[in-house]
């Protein structure tokens, strides 16, 4: 909807969208780029923030992964998750 410029059926969709994951950071993206387009700045910038912020926690997820994978005794490390994912 967003390509045929019709900003408020994208935002309507990805409303939907993010409501659904609201962990999905290319939905946030954008449903930030269709607020943007609509005039709603404020709500955009919260948007495409909550969007750089899931995408950053992914970075830290696949980082995780790839250190427990190499040293899944490590017992230092399984704090590490274990906090990372309670905090």
Known sequence: ALGRNDAELARTLLERAVSLDPHDAEAVHRRGLALARLGRTE?????????????????????????????????????????????
Do not use: G, S
């Open 43 to 87: 709500d955009a910038r919260q948007d495409q923030q909550r969007a750089q912020e899931l995408r950053q926690d992914e970075q830290r997820i696949a980082e995780l992964i790839r250190r427990v994978n190499q040293a899944p005794r490590d017992q230092d490390l399984r704090v590490e998750v274990a906090n990372w994912l309670f905090d």
